[in-house]
């Protein structure tokens, strides 16, 4: 008897570049993800691909280096193969409806449909995600933080998740019946292994050098620090971990034009202080936030490129390359085929 193994997308409400500090972000899954279909058995996970070139063939024993493997895409496969470490093998194939490059955590769902395909322990979602971020850093080096994994896995229908990145405590949050979310791309593919992230992450550590942990800092605290630079990138992240509460609050009340405002305020913050938007990010959050019935937008992800996420009333017309609209979806399932 065969398997399915799922694994959502997500898209980011509020709370980017918080989770590698510690701090507070509120991801909801999406309808788009990866999905393995197979057969367990054997002494190798052998997967093919019908978005990539290649299959990948690794041994259950493990690699010595997964950044080595070949094609680049069975790394992800390689990585979280050693991190699980089944009993028994896989043979496969991956097929997945999330655009690379677009910000929607798609290695994130890859990772966590290969972790789950292979008895990955889902009643304990934050190991599972801990196993998948591990694998995600040694297949590419991006030193990334738990929320992609850890909303993929644990991600419930019609809510968002409020994930604590500190103490990893997970808060499920109502959305609002009269609103839903519309996800569209920029245009701009985005590759976190060649942008600026690792820079990012290295300049929050050097301003906690100076102030303490982010995690505990006020934006008051942030003006303290000299450097003009460390000073934005913490006045980001101590910003939008307050934001990421007040929207968590304005979605449970259903208050909309609230939360369309507190995006508006996130957006210029990464675009401003963490200087991760791009013109075309920028243009189509200014174009989006004036159609009628959208609350708000902005970036969402790492930025660099990839998708706009907004807050809107159900239907409303938004022109442009939508990816994907609609309300909170589950997170990772296994069944038998």
Not at 131 to 150: H, K, N, S
Not at 196 to 221: F, K, M, N, T, W
Not at 251 to 279: I, N
């Amino acid at each position: 008897m065969g398997l399915r193994a799922w694994a959502p997308g997500r898209v980011n409400l509020i709370g980017d570049h918080t989770d590698y500090m510690g701090g507070l972000v509120l991801p909801m899954a999406i309808g788009l993800g990866t999905e393995i279909t197979g057969d367990r058995g054997g002494n190798w996970v052998m997967l093919g691909s019908d978005g990539f070139d290649g299959v990948a063939e690794i041994p259950l024993a493990g690699v010595a280096d997964p950044a080595a493997i070949e094609p680049p895409w069975a790394r992800y496969v390689a990585a979280v193969v050693d991190e699980v470490r089944p009993r028994d093998g896989l043979v496969g194939m991956v097929h997945s409806t999330l655009p690379a490059g677009s910000g929607l955590a798609s290695s994130a769902a890859l990772e966590v449909a290969v972790a789950t395909a292979l008895g990955a322990d889902r009643v304990n979602p934050v190991r599972a995600a801990r196993a998948c971020q591990r694998a995600e850093e040694r297949a590419v080096g991006v030193p990334c933080g738990i929320m992609d994994q850890l909303v993929s896995l644990a991600a419930v229908e019609g809510m968002a998740l409020r994930i604590d990145c500190d103490t990893l405590q997970l808060e499920h949050v109502a959305f609002p019946d009269d609103a839903e979310i519309v996800v569209i791309h920029s245009g701009q593919h985005r590759e976190l292994s060649g942008s600026a992230y690792a820079e990012r992450r290295a300049e929050c550590e050097a301003a906690e050098q100076v102030i303490g942990r982010l995690r505990e800092a006020s934006p008051l605290d942030v003006e303290v620090i000299d450097d003009p630079v460390l000073r934005r990138r913490a006045r980001h992240v101590t910003t939008e971990n307050e934001r990421v509460d007040a929207l968590a609050s304005a979605l449970a009340k259903g208050q909309l034009g609230y939360a369309g405002e507190l995006l508006a305020a996130s957006h210029a913050s990464m675009r401003d202080d963490f200087e991760v938007s791009t013109p075309a990010l920028d243009q189509l959050v200014g174009t989006v936030r004036g159609v009628p019935g959208v609350y708000g937008a902005r970036v969402t992800g790492a930025g660099f490129g990839g998708c706009v996420v907004v807050l809107c009333k159900p239907k409303t017309r938004i022109n442009g390359p939508v990816v994907w609209r609609g309300r909170p979806a589950p997170g990772a399932s296994l069944s038998t085929i």
